[in-house]
């Protein structure tokens, strides 16, 4: 199951977050693009070249299909939102955060909307995981956070640096010495600065049991159209008892704390599009003060700084 420090958003809806305000009928969006996994195949990182770097624009509701890497793999977006799948969960990236992915991990990335995506692909030396790995020598105590998705606050300096790394495609045109020693010199910052980069304590797993991930998926695509999990019971035939068990046995938490964390990431994906505080707590169904207090209770951190609109 993915990090309960990082946070995740649906696991297949694609739909922008739906407002508490509307009459219940999703937003008018255009139809999901599927797209393949991006030419990772020209931008292998190697113990020469251990950091590539590679950007493409890529509109509203265009989703990666699944796939996976034999390197490990920053997703960061420099401008809108971008959600990334994988088995139990998947997390919401918009431009404050950067998302950590293992080695091997089978992914698959959304547009919530029109969005500028950047990736990193890192080299990993063989049983090292981790920025850091790619250093002369490596403390594998600090290794086992980094073989699970981390969702990571994105500094200033981080966010910079990405933009400055060459993304020319390995059917490009060859690298001068002066241009590889330069990409050396900022992957060597780019790790450092991920290493440095607190986590961010936010997350919603997703189950195996198709009842209970039916359930799952229709709020996360809309979180506000029931407040109880029996309506929520109602609308996949299942019996509240049995919803309840299978909430405790499949994902640790009760439907509510569940339910918390579903609302924190909407409210992420909402602050990333520049919506005024006082908007998102209505869009959550949440006055201004009741909002404040469940965001401080859940992440130790006032909205403001949780939501980056410091």
Do not use: N
């Not at 020319?168 to 992957?187: K, N």
């Not at 209505?282 to 859940?298: D, I, T």
């Amino acid at each position: 199951m993915p990090s309960m420090e990082a946070i995740a958003a649906p696991a297949s809806a694609a739909a922008p977050p739906v407002t508490a305000a509307s009459t219940g009928a999703p937003r008018a969006r255009r139809p999901v693009a599927y797209v393949d996994s991006l030419t990772p195949h020209l931008f292998v990182p190697t113990a020469q070249r251990p950091v590539r770097a590679k950007v493409r624009q890529l509109r509203a509701d265009t989703r990666v299909m699944p796939h996976s890497h034999p390197w490990a793999q920053v997703a960061i977006s420099t401008t809108g939102v971008i959600q990334l799948t994988v088995d139990r969960g998947t997390y919401i990236v918009p431009p404050s955060r950067a998302l950590w992915i293992p080695p091997g991990m089978e992914h698959a990335v959304t547009m919530v909307e029109d969005a500028e995506m950047r990736t990193l692909y890192f080299h990993q030396p063989r049983g090292r995981c981790g920025p850091a790995a790619l250093g002369e020598r490596t403390a594998p105590h600090g290794q086992a956070a980094w073989r699970q998705c981390r969702v990571l606050e994105a500094s200033d300096l981080l966010r910079a640096v990405v933009r400055e790394m060459p993304t020319t495609p390995d059917d490009g045109p060859a690298p001068d010495a002066a241009t590889l020693l330069r990409e050396r010199h900022m992957s060597a910052l780019l790790c450092d600065e991920l290493a440095r980069a607190a986590p961010v304590r936010l997350g919603v797993d997703l189950p195996h049991d198709k009842r209970l991930r039916q359930l799952c998926e229709a709020v996360l695509a809309d979180p506000t159209r029931h407040t109880t999990l029996e309506a929520w019971a109602q609308d996949t035939g299942a019996s509240l008892r049995t919803v309840a068990r299978l909430f405790r046995t499949e994902l640790g938490s009760t439907f509510t704390q569940w339910r918390q964390q579903v609302i924190l990431a909407k409210a992420v994906s909402l602050a990333a599009g520049r919506m005024p505080m006082g908007q998102i707590a209505a869009e959550l169904g949440y006055s201004p003060s009741a909002f404040s207090a469940m965001v401080r209770k859940s992440v130790g951190q006032p909205p403001g700084q949780f939501l980056g609109q410091r």
